[in-house]
């Protein structure tokens, strides 16, 4: 699997001026991130991709979120998020074929 690097919602341009890609499991877990922070519906191509974690963040528990986040991530095999914290940022364990790695989400890609 390869894909194009976004960091605060852009594409990562690299020193020689290409974009930079992620491959095999960076670009796995930037898939999973974007399928948790992504607003539902919001992306015209895909009207499916995305949860409702930051539009319910303030007003769920931490469990709570975590069921939005790993319902985003049903289709991606091997997958799956466990939230530590809650807050202004949310902060989880995202596990892509079992490599764990902590991720925050707060909107911005």
Do not use: H, P, W
Request: charged share 25%; with cysteine.
């Amino acid at each position: 699997m390869r894909d194009t690097m976004i960091k605060n919602g852009d594409i990562v341009i690299g020193s020689s001026g290409s974009t930079v890609l992620l491959e095999g499991t960076d670009a796995k877990f930037q898939q999973a991130v974007i399928c948790i922070s992504a607003k539902l519906g919001g992306f015209v191509y895909d009207r499916d991709l995305g949860s409702e974690v930051l539009l319910q963040g303030e007003t769920l528990s931490a469990k709570q979120i975590e069921l939005l986040a790993n319902e985003s991530l049903a289709e991606m095999k091997n997958t799956y998020a466990s939230v530590k914290s809650v807050g202004r940022r949310i902060t989880i364990d995202l596990t892509v074929d079992k490599i764990t790695r902590e991720v925050q989400i707060d909107g911005n890609l």
